[in-house]
């Protein structure tokens, strides 16, 4: 059973008493029990228990139908009818309690429904079946997706098992979670009476997973104080003093933050814009935070101003006003309208300096130089703030001119990239403590960056990820033939941490050979590509007498000299004979500079060197600006009609099996001869090689560097400067 919540006012964590968002009195949990026993249930009116539910449903829906909500309060009552929490009260007033919650967020008569129902299968005889039967699919799917797994069945595993469960439904509805949210809010509220140690290990797996779940979704409502909560069971003494903190500043005599924000009312009535101005102070945790960031606190570091307007044009203009009016803090701007947060969280967020006080002021009177700091945002970005995804009301309907809505699969438009992913990984780790350790690992991941691929769409990546975790992300497990990435266009190490805004062309092998690195694990941030990786090594062991660089199917990344290719030629590193040019000085002996290897119709020039010959280069040659630079004459060089010339190319490579073979197989199919090649030694997974080719027509050259390009694994061919 999942009664396991208490009396709140038994012995225990005193709960956090930050301002709630309305003056909504306290529910009185006893009475609201013995209303669900006694209170009067006939078809044409409405039992008072969940009178709180309906005023506030109705206020965020007037014209909500609220018949379900009837029946669904109906069915829970008499099927947890003697049922009690361990606290005295009658069960029932945990899933009132919990859909109050929601009702309270703006949540559709839907989730409403499925929250009055959603200990009924678990707890209760009642059956899914009756339940759809009763209150339709969308009810049943939420009911099952909460419903917890059997201890029986699973054993150990029940709890993350039951979590996987609930994630894999959340991602066909999101509404899933927001009852979940909830449910674990009002358990995590009247958790006093349970021993310390049941406490403690139900407060780390809400820290864990439910509050970063909270924060994905948008729900700041109920993370912040499910934060509070759980700071206040496992750091009870940061939380008393953090209490008295707020205590003290609460014994001012003078608040000013109250002053600040009767002064910015003036402003913007001045300027003509509509604004609602109020203090919103830190919730417990933000203000721990604060503290220990700042050490010690003054009257301004206790809230922040809020200021909600109409339009987002609005918006900027009170920003302008604040600007002109006060000494804007440049540092403190952020823009969370023009790009929104990855869990649709939109504001702008400022912070103003104030000016000094007077010698003469008292000492609280006046905020004497602190620092404010203020959020902007519209009435309807606030709802969206603190509700998230519930405040978006049933995103699964279908559009009204389409009732059909397709093949009745479900499509869920506010879906993030973050669960997409989460999805995918779940699916391949192999064994409940897998999924349960990196699900938590994931979680803890608290920003989210979008990065871009050259032929259009976007990558969703945690901050931090690197080329790896995107090609995992665009590939799955093809991206173990993953070779390098390209980040803005420039070539990047697959090890590159990627940052928000970045544009990434992944370089795909297609040896069926490729496999991925031991070391890519030290670089993988996101689950896909961890569990991925270490699948393939797993079933991939190196022989424990055999080092990797050392096995048969290694990368041929190792220093190579090839010995000259094809008909006897110029050795080495020399010279090589001309193609057909003609320069100012009879009789002499024309060579191409090693350095830069012209080729028609290359602009060059040329010099004289000992005995006589005359060396021609390339016009942009470094070695042609040094000897100018001392004063060298230049002889007049050109090209002559023999097209044929002798070149030296420079290709860069990352290191896999047979990559020699098939440069050398690319060049020869375009009818060059190679003179001669090396490899130098691999660094970083790269290699470069620099091959001397004799063409019969220069004419040939775009064509032979094309050709070599496209060899997989080449990531770039240039002329030898």
């Known amino acids: 059973m999942s009664a396991d919540a208490t009396n709140p006012a038994a012995p225990g964590p005193v709960a956090p008493s930050a301002p709630r968002r309305r003056a909504r009195p306290r529910i009185d949990l006893r009475r609201l029990g013995r209303a669900a026993l006694l209170g009067p249930t006939a078809r044409d009116r409405l039992p008072d228990a969940i009178g709180h539910v309906a005023e506030a449903h109705r206020a965020h829906f007037p014209d909500a139908d609220l018949e379900p ?41 839907t989730t409403l429904t499925a929250s009055l129902l959603h200990d009924t299968v678990e707890d209760t005889e009642v059956t899914l079946d009756q339940v759809g039967e009763e209150f339709g699919a969308e009810v049943r799917y939420l009911v099952d997706g909460v419903t917890k797994l059997e201890k029986v069945d699973y054993g150990a595993a029940a709890e993350p098992e039951t979590f996987r469960k609930m994630l894999v439904a959340t991602g066909n509805d999101v509404r899933v979670m927001s009852i979940k949210l909830a449910d674990r809010l009002h358990n995590m509220r009247t958790l006093g ?28 409502a109920l993370k912040t104080e499910l934060e509070d909560l759980v700071f206040a069971i496992l750091h009870p003494e940061e939380y008393a003093h953090t209490r008295e903190l707020i205590a003290q500043n609460a014994s001012r005599p003078h608040d000013p933050l109250t002053e600040v924000a009767e002064q910015v009312r003036g402003v913007l009535r001045e300027a003509g814009i509509p604004a609602e101005v109020l203090v919103r102070p830190r919730h417990f945790v933000s203000l721990h ?43 403190e701007f952020k823009d969370f309208i023009a790009v929104p947060k990855f869990n649709l969280y939109q504001s702008l967020h400022t912070a103003v300096a104030l000016p000094a006080a007077r010698p003469d002021a008292p000492e609280d009177a006046q905020a004497d130089g602190q620092i404010v700091e203020v959020l902007i945002r519209t009435h309807q970005m606030h709802k969206t703030a603190e509700a998230g ?25 506010t879906r993030p990239g973050w669960l997409s992913r989460l999805l995918d990984w779940q699916q391949a780790a192999p064994d409940p403590d897998t999924f349960w350790s990196t699900l938590r690992e994931d979680l803890a991941q608290d920003r989210e960056i979008t990065v871009f691929r050259p032929g259009g769409g976007t990558l969703g990546l945690p901050a931090g990820a690197s080329c790896i975790d995107a090609a995992y992300a665009q590939y799955g ?125 290359d602009r060059i020039t040329a010099f004289a060197v000992r005995g ?59 009818g060059v001869e190679i003179v001669s090649a090396t490899v130098a030694p691999p660094t970083q997974q790269r290699v470069h090689h620099t091959y001397t080719l004799q063409l019969p027509d220069a004419a040939r050259l775009p064509a032979l560097m094309r050709a070599m390009r496209n060899v997989p694994g080449v990531y770039d061919v240039s002329r030898a400067r």
């Not at 990786?533 to 991939?540: D, E, K, V």
């Open 389 to 413: 995804v519930v405040a978006l009301g049933n995103p699964y309907a279908p559009p009204a001119e389409d009732p059909a809505a397709g093949d009745g699969e479900r499509v869920d438009p």
């Open 612 to 670: 006589g010959a005359v060396t021609v280069h390339r016009v942009e040659c470094a070695a042609v600006v040094r000897m100018k630079s001392t004063g060298r004459a230049e002889i007049d060089v050109r090209w002559g009609d023999n097209a044929a010339c002798r070149v030296t190319l420079l290709a860069e490579s990352f290191g896999r099996p047979h990559l020699l073979a098939d440069l050398t197989e690319a060049i020869a199919l375009e």
């Open 477 to 601: 497990e093809d991206a173990h033939a993953c070779i390098g990435a390209r980040v803005n266009g420039r070539l990047a190490r697959l090890s590159t941490v990627l940052k928000d805004g970045d544009t990434v062309q992944l370089l795909m092998g297609q040896d069926p050979a490729s496999e991925p690195s031991r070391e890519w694990l030290e670089h993988a941030r996101t689950p896909a590509a961890r569990i991925a990786i270490q699948r393939w090594l797993t079933a991939h062991p190196a022989p424990a007498d055999d080092a990797p660089e050392t096995r048969e199917d290694a990368p041929d990344t190792h220093p190579v000299s090839a010995a000259p290719v094809g008909s006897p030629g110029t050795p080495p590193g020399r010279p090589g004979p001309a193609a057909a040019v003609a320069a100012d000085r009879p009789g002499a002996t024309v060579r191409l500079a090693g350095c830069c290897t012209p080729v028609p119709p």
């Open 289 to 331: 935070r604060a503290s220990r960031k700042r050490g010690r606190l003054r009257g301004c570091d206790f809230g922040r101003l809020l200021v909600l307007v109409h339009e987002d044009a609005d918006c900027y203009a009170v920003l302008g006003e604040l600007h002109t009016c006060m000494t804007p803090v440049v540092s």
């Open 69 to 109: 909500l009837r029946r669904a309060y109906l069915l829970a009552e008499s099927s947890h009818r003697g049922q009690m929490r361990k606290s005295g009260e009658p069960y029932i007033t945990h899933p009132l309690a919990v859909t109050l919650i929601l009702a309270e967020l703006g949540a559709e008569t």
């Open 193 to 220: 009476v349970m021993r310390p140690e049941k406490q403690a290990r139900i407060a780390k797996v809400t820290r864990d997973v439910l509050i970063p779940l909270a924060e994905r979704l948008g729900v700041q």
